[in-house]
């Protein structure tokens, strides 16, 4: 069974550091990896989807890597800002078609 | 983009009652919906696969008596809580596929129920 571990648990970083969110999973062979947002009580919001074949996306002050191999993705935050603050949840998905697996999810806060 | 909406956004009910919620995709076809459910600072569980005209398929632990999923057509599934009691009070979010789209799901806002 996938199982879908995010580190750190929750981060408190002052305004313009850049950061970096772990995601790791126990079973390599994944169709697609995927990172989301959710601010609190609401739904998620996809930042970036990466595909197996591929090893990262960028999207803005956003980039996200994965090593299929390892069973890991970082995603990297540059020049972050309170607005930024928010859960990220990581995701994978096993095949074409399949849920995803979701990680328990990264607690950002950004301080002024 | 693609977009999912669900409603009710938020629900409240007495303990006992059912409460149905929808989640639609609103500008594609969607063969496949994942219902999920997250409870306060946990991730989100998938409860079922919903596949446009046949039977849900249910996750281990999940009761299908208790949730009943619909997908009757390739715009809609609806989601009832039947005879709901406190402890489904919960956030539930639904996923669409788009079916010229493998590789893509799209989320819903989600719907908070609470049971008193």
């Known amino acids: 069974k996938q199982e879908v571990t995010q580190i750190p648990a929750a981060l408190s970083v002052p305004e313009g550091e850049n950061l970096v969110l772990n995601c790791s999973f126990t079973?390599?062979?994944?169709?697609?990896l995927q990172w989301f947002r959710q601010d609190p009580g609401k739904g998620l919001t996809s930042l970036l989807l990466i595909q197996s074949s591929q090893r990262e996306q960028t999207s803005g002050r956003l980039n996200a890597s994965l090593d299929k191999s390892s069973g890991r993705s970082t995603l990297y935050i540059a020049a972050s800002q309170p607005g930024d603050s928010a859960t990220y949840l990581c995701a994978v998905e096993a095949d074409s078609g399949y849920a995803l697996n979701f990680g328990k999810g990264t607690s950002l806060l950004v301080t002024p | 983009g693609a977009v999912v909406s669900q409603h009710p956004s938020w629900v409240i009910c007495k303990s006992g009652t059912s409460v149905k919620i929808e989640c639609r995709s609103l500008?594609?076809?969607?063969?496949?919906m994942f219902w999920y459910r997250q409870f306060p600072k946990q991730s989100l569980m998938l409860m079922a696969t919903?596949?446009?005209?046949?039977?849900?398929?249910?996750e281990q632990g999940v009761e299908k008596d208790k949730f009943l999923i619909n997908h009757a057509s390739l715009t809609l599934s609806t989601l009832t809580v039947t005879s709901a009691h406190p402890e489904d009070s919960s956030f539930y979010i639904c996923s669409a596929r788009e079916r010229q789209k493998s590789y893509e799901q799209y989320f819903g806002p989600g719907t908070r129920l609470t049971v008193t």
């Open positions: 919903s596949n446009e005209g046949s039977k849900a398929t249910y």
């Open positions: 079973d390599s062979a994944i169709y697609n």
């Open positions: 500008d594609f076809q969607a063969t496949t």
